[in-house]
């Protein structure tokens, strides 16, 4: 993506064809104080995001909504603020550790997340239903209700 | 709404359809065409630096036995799939296949 061109590049290949529906770009999600060449510098993202809000008036098949394209450029702030990480459980290939905080493991840097899920959960938890109805404390008010009622449930023996 | 929404959304009541009639088809398959990733996610060990792309002559029967076997989605993950240099190929074969 640090090549200039290269998502318009992908998009002319991709776009034409039949079989193709839809065409959704992640980004590079780093860990906190990591620096490697895969990590978008602050210029490279703002440039990022930038093409992408011009390619996807170009590109129908280009899903990505501006509120999520947004998004990216004002990610949630750590993972109790992602809906994403929040209403998701992700667990290892022995299923049974859990990983955590969020899907990438470890001290991921929220500030440059560039994980899809992430920032399109966030965009409709940033929408308001009617111009006035913001989404946010609803996602908020389902998950209390959902963890008391789960306090309620009798315990599941294990299977082990 | 477009054409190929509507075809989308037909083809997808079709597959919700036939999941309800027969039950012994695969729902999912994952294709992994190759393993090598040209990034380092440090939450990832599902790749390596040096494997090769899987021939196209060698997953096209594969994907012709999955179209055999009635399967309803086909996912090619990796490594990254984006480095096979044959992907669009390979998707066409998907699509096409039956």
Same mark, same amino acid.
């Given at each position: 993506?640090?090549?200039?061109?290269?998502?318009?590049? %992908? =998009?002319? %290949?991709?776009? #034409?064809?039949?079989?193709?529906?839809?065409?959704? &770009?992640? =980004?590079? @999600?780093? /860990?906190?104080?990591?620096?490697?060449?895969?990590?978008?510098?602050?210029?490279?993202?703002?440039?990022?995001?930038?093409? =992408?809000? !011009?390619?996807?008036?170009?590109? @129908?098949?280009?899903?990505?909504? /501006?509120?999520?394209?947004?998004?990216? !450029?004002? #990610?949630?702030?750590?993972?109790?603020?992602?809906?994403?990480?929040? @209403?998701?459980?992700?667990?290892?290939?022995?299923? @049974?550790?859990?990983?955590?905080?969020? /899907? &990438?493991?470890?001290? #991921?840097?929220?500030?440059?997340?560039?994980?899809?899920?992430?920032?399109?959960?966030? !965009?409709? !938890?940033?929408?308001?239903?009617?111009? %006035?109805?913001?989404?946010?404390?609803? &996602?908020?008010?389902?998950?209390?209700?959902?963890? /008391?009622?789960?306090?309620?449930?009798?315990?599941?023996?294990?299977?082990? | 709404?477009?054409?190929?929404?509507?075809?989308?959304?037909?083809?997808?009541?079709?597959?919700?359809?036939?999941?309800?009639?027969?039950?012994?088809?695969?729902?999912?398959?994952? $294709? $992994?065409?190759?393993?090598? +990733?040209?990034?380092? +996610?440090?939450? +990832?060990?599902?790749?390596?630096?040096?494997?090769?792309?899987?021939?196209?002559?060698?997953?096209?029967?594969?994907?012709?036995?999955?179209? *055999?076997?009635?399967?309803?989605?086909?996912?090619?993950?990796?490594? *990254?799939?984006?480095?096979?240099?044959?992907?669009?190929?390979? $998707?066409?074969?998907?699509?096409?296949?039956?």
């Amino acid at each position: 993506m640090n090549r200039a061109g290269y998502l318009d590049e %992908f =998009l002319r %290949f991709w776009s #034409p064809r039949p079989e193709i529906d839809k065409i959704w &770009f992640s =980004l590079y @999600t780093p /860990q906190l104080g990591e620096v490697s060449e895969e990590r978008l510098r602050p210029v490279d993202r703002e440039r990022v995001i930038a093409d =992408l809000l !011009a390619l996807r008036l170009r590109y @129908t098949k280009l899903k990505m909504p /501006q509120g999520l394209l947004e998004v990216y !450029a004002e #990610p949630p702030k750590s993972p109790d603020e992602c809906v994403f990480a929040r @209403t998701t459980l992700s667990i290892s290939a022995d299923l @049974t550790t859990k990983i955590t905080p969020c /899907q &990438f493991g470890g001290v #991921p840097d929220c500030g440059n997340c560039g994980c899809l899920a992430s920032a399109g959960l966030a !965009a409709v !938890a940033r929408h308001q239903i009617l111009g %006035f109805i913001p989404v946010s404390p609803i &996602f908020s008010g389902s998950l209390k209700v959902g963890a /008391q009622m789960r306090r309620l449930r009798p315990i599941e023996p294990s299977a082990a | 709404m477009t054409i190929s929404t509507v075809s989308r959304k037909a083809r997808s009541l079709r597959e919700f359809a036939r999941g309800l009639v027969h039950t012994a088809h695969p729902l999912l398959v994952q $294709i $992994i065409p190759i393993r090598r +990733c040209n990034i380092d +996610c440090g939450y +990832c060990n599902e790749y390596d630096k040096v494997s090769a792309p899987v021939p196209v002559a060698v997953l096209k029967p594969r994907i012709d036995k999955l179209a *055999e076997l009635g399967t309803s989605v086909v996912a090619f993950s990796g490594g *990254e799939p984006m480095l096979h240099p044959d992907l669009d190929e390979l $998707i066409v074969t998907s699509a096409t296949a039956a």
